[in-house]
């Protein structure tokens, strides 16, 4: 398999294409950012543990029946993925409140919620990815009734899944963003990435944070959180 051109330079992760059409290369950056990209930094070692800590969750995520688009891991920075047409919407999954909810909604950091709420953001950077209910999603045309749904059922699914993972961790998933995509036969996977950039995790015993609001509230290195986090996982499997 051979890296080609670019397709795609994000905030955290470069995409080329490669000699086969279905098959797109993956180099994690070592970029952080948060804040919409008006705070942004390199650290050095990000870039490794995320792709690490995805390709771990994928596999997870797959021996769960949960189809994604991970297909292997190639280097320490590098994976391969399935071709996959990213639909615009970040679908957030929340169990405790946390972040934007609990600011909108002033509701204490850490209280539980009673069932798992599921959220959607439109994909849209000059827009700073605003929430958006099921009728805009519609109204956009960035996804049909029955996809908004099967993202639904998807997205819960996958919480069941990883809140159960991360517990056997001593970890509490508080919330976590997920992105889809569609295939040519028009079925859909799970994309991106599931990492401590995208998840919260809390420790189960000291409460402490395993995630990226280490760097988007200023309050430490993530890297030895990341690096706890990949440890626990790889552990797991011994
Ligand atoms: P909140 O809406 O509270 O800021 O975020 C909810 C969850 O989704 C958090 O776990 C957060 O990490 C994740 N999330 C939401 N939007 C983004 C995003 O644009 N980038 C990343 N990396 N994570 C996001």
Not at 144 to 173: G, H, P, W, Y
Request: proline share 3%.
């Amino acid at each position: 398999m051979e890296k080609t051109t670019l397709l795609y330079e994000g905030k955290a992760k470069k995409l080329f294409k490669t000699d086969d059409p279905a098959i797109v290369w993956v180099e994690y950056l070592n970029q952080a950012t948060a804040l919409n990209g008006a705070k942004k930094d390199q650290i050095s070692g990000k870039g490794e543990l995320n792709n690490q800590i995805t390709a771990q969750i994928f596999n997870f995520l797959k021996s769960k029946g949960i189809n994604n688009h991970f297909i292997e891991l190639l280097s320490e920075k590098e994976q391969l993925i399935q071709t996959v047409e990213i639909i615009p919407l970040e679908v957030v999954v929340r169990n405790v409140a946390a972040g934007s909810f609990s600011k909108r909604l002033a509701i204490p950091e850490g209280t539980p919620l009673n069932r798992p709420i599921v959220e959607f953001y439109y994909k849209n950077d000059a827009l700073e990815d605003p929430m958006i209910i099921e009728d805009h999603i519609e109204f956009l045309q960035l996804a049909t009734t029955d996809e908004i749904a099967q993202l639904r059922k998807m997205a819960l699914e996958v919480d069941e899944a990883l809140t159960a993972l991360f517990d056997s961790m001593d970890i509490t998933l508080i919330d976590f963003k997920l992105e889809f995509g569609r295939q040519k036969d028009g079925s859909i996977l799970l994309a991106d990435e599931v990492s401590p950039d995208t998840c919260r995790l809390w420790d189960k015993k000291t409460k402490e944070h395993l995630d990226k609001d280490i760097y988007r509230r200023d309050l430490g290195d993530i890297i030895p959180i990341y690096q706890e986090v990949l440890n626990r996982l790889e552990k797991r499997g011994e």
